[in-house]
């Protein structure tokens, strides 16, 4: 079984800062794939980027990238150079195969 | 825009009441997912098809749903007999015939109200 967890319900930025969200989680799988999804309050759940565990490299999208530590399994979000656009819930989902197992989100204020 | 479209956007329904949405996938995608999220919740999976085959079931997907994929097309999720505890969003999504891990595309959700 998968667990994934994010322990910040709400974090709050400045404008134009950078933020990290935290995400750890656990599984058995030697090969699977971590990702980060946006939810806006419209509740589209949008792709904003993902890691495959094999590759040590972090996954970088423009002002968004992760710090991948597979040991710790841990695979935190850094959002750079912040927007108002970038308010909405993040999730953070693993997937050794065909299903995801999500964490519980995490709600990101954007302060102007 | 051809994204994941899922109908009907909201419902609410009395206890007790048989309901049913719909997923239409991006059209070249054959896997086909749905999960429920309730508020504050991240989403959970339920059910995952391969063209028409139901090839994974959650253990929330109780005899009360039933989903199919007739044609490895759109995709129905029927609730029978709805309980307040089914009040949720319902999420579609699907994604293409590669490798698992691939991305998954997820539709705007189906809100469910039990009253």
């Known amino acids: 079984a998968q667990t994934v967890t994010q322990s910040q319900p709400e974090m709050s930025v400045q404008e134009a800062e950078t933020v990290t969200l935290s995400c750890t989680y656990d599984t058995s799988e030697s090969d699977y794939y971590l990702f980060w999804y946006k939810q806006p309050p419209s509740r589209q759940m949008i792709l904003v980027i993902r890691?495959?565990?094999?590759?040590?490299q972090n996954a970088t999208e423009n002002r968004f990238s992760v710090n991948f530590q597979k040991a710790a399994k841990s695979f935190s979000l850094k959002i750079s150079d912040s927007q108002l656009g970038d308010a909405a819930m993040y999730f953070c989902a693993s997937s050794p195969g065909n299903m995801l197992t999500f964490g519980g989100g995490t709600r990101l204020m954007v302060k102007p | 825009d051809t994204g994941v479209s899922q109908d009907p956007r909201h419902k609410i329904t009395k206890r007790g009441q048989n309901v049913t949405f719909r997923c239409d996938p991006i059209s070249e995608h054959n896997r086909l997912y749905w999960y429920r999220q309730t508020l504050g919740q991240g989403p959970e999976f339920l059910t995952y098809f391969q063209n028409e085959a139901q090839l994974e079931k959650s253990r929330l997907l109780s005899d009360r749903f039933s989903a199919e994929r007739p044609k490895g097309s759109f995709s129905t999720l029927e609730i029978q007999r709805t309980e307040q505890g089914d009040s949720a969003m319902y999420l579609c999504?699907?994604?293409?015939?590669?490798?698992?891990?691939?991305?998954?595309?997820f539709g705007e959700g189906s809100w469910l109200t039990v009253v």
């Open positions: 890691q495959e565990a094999y590759k040590q």
């Open positions: 999504a699907s994604s293409p015939p590669v490798r698992s891990g691939n991305t998954i595309y």
